[in-house]
């Protein structure tokens, strides 16, 4: 994770990278609102979603803890905050996977290998991410199963709410190519912070394409 050392004194403690503190914290906000909503909604694909949304909240979670305090509590703080914030992301690929392979076996979740093998893989990422602690992994992961995903939409692009989630996942793109190449506007607004508005956009237009395929479909 690359630090760039922007900070407040607030009531007495040093908050690291506030404004990134700040846009991680908007996505958990609107997540926890996805799931709850989403959840909501008694279906198999529905609960998929659910928890996609629900662990993407929760990695934003750990990773404005992990921004705002740095090395203050020492680095195997630190780092297992980035682990833990990586390992919650590759679950919830995980997750956007199978909300994408159920909807394109009509509601049954079919493909019980490839769950087995995506799941392995799943945890020999794990293992290499707790070895080297680094993000690009998951940026390339995530690019994968957003690409299977924008596939799988593509190919229904008609049905309601699969242009939305569509359109949604080709904007998440735009984060992943803003965070690889570092595009800030200043120090106090970087490419991470232009890199979570981007996300949280992308995220709102899947919430709303998925709440309209979900009440689209008839016991799925």
Request: hydrophobic letters at 55%; aromatic letters at 16%.
């Amino acid at each position: 994770m690359n630090f760039d050392y922007t900070y407040i004194i607030f009531l007495g403690a040093i908050i690291f990278e506030p404004m990134t503190i700040l846009t991680n914290m908007f996505i958990t906000v609107f997540c926890c609102f996805a799931f709850y909503k989403i959840n909501k909604i008694n279906v198999n694909l529905a609960r998929k979603w659910a928890w996609f949304f629900l662990l993407i909240g929760t990695s934003s979670l750990l990773g404005s803890i992990g921004h705002g305090v740095h090395f203050q509590l020492g680095a195997t703080f630190l780092r297992t905050m980035v682990f833990l914030m990586n390992a919650v992301s590759l679950v919830a690929i995980y997750f956007c996977f199978k909300a994408a392979n159920i909807y394109m076996s009509t509601g049954k979740d079919s493909g019980k290998y490839a769950t087995y093998l995506v799941l392995l893989w799943i945890l020999v990422l794990l293992v290499i991410t707790f070895i080297q602690n680094n993000f690009l992994l998951i940026k390339i992961h995530a690019g994968i199963v957003l690409t299977y995903s924008l596939a799988v939409h593509l190919l229904t692009y008609k049905k309601p709410g699969s242009s939305l989630i569509s359109w949604g996942i080709i904007v998440s793109f735009l984060s992943i190519i803003v965070h690889s190449m570092h595009l800030s506007f200043s120090e106090w607004f970087n490419y991470k912070d232009t890199a979570h508005i981007i996300m949280l956009v992308s995220l709102v237009m899947i919430y709303k394409g998925v709440t309209t395929k979900l009440f689209s479909l008839k016991g799925i």
